[in-house]
């Protein structure tokens, strides 16, 4: 059995989990929030979160663009009147930072 020499192991395992954690805290809440996101869209945004180190569409460049959600909120005008006002939600993915 191989012992690892790193005095920190432990502190970087609890470290990561908790990164882990807080990803997919905020995946969930993303998730809940959408109404535009499909499987293969959840799982690119999962990937990022979570660390991956491989760019799923290097066809797109450095930054990919993910429309989330999309809704309308009733505005009320200067005049009185009310106007729906389309309101979209975007997830940017910058892989240039993520060292791809």
């Given at each position: 059995?191989r012992?690892?020499k790193?005095p920190?192991?432990?502190?970087?395992?609890?470290v990561?989990?908790?990164?882990?954690a807080?990803?997919?805290?905020?995946?969930?809440?993303?998730?809940?929030?959408?109404?535009?996101?499909?499987?293969?869209?959840m799982?690119?945004?999962?990937?990022?979160?979570?660390?991956?180190?491989?760019?799923?569409?290097?066809?797109?460049g450095?930054?990919?663009?993910?429309?989330?959600?999309?809704?309308y909120?009733?505005?009320?005008?200067?005049?009185?009147?009310?106007?729906?006002?389309?309101?979209?939600?975007f997830?940017?993915?910058?892989?240039?930072?993520?060292?791809?």
């Amino acid at each position: 059995m191989r012992v690892s020499k790193d005095p920190n192991l432990s502190f970087k395992l609890v470290v990561n989990e908790q990164r882990r954690a807080a990803a997919r805290e905020q995946c969930e809440k993303l998730f809940a929030d959408s109404n535009l996101l499909t499987e293969s869209k959840m799982q690119l945004i999962n990937e990022f979160m979570y660390g991956c180190g491989v760019n799923p569409c290097p066809q797109f460049g450095a930054a990919i663009i993910v429309k989330i959600s999309e809704t309308y909120e009733n505005e009320l005008q200067r005049d009185g009147t009310v106007q729906a006002q389309q309101i979209e939600s975007f997830f940017e993915v910058f892989v240039a930072f993520k060292g791809f």
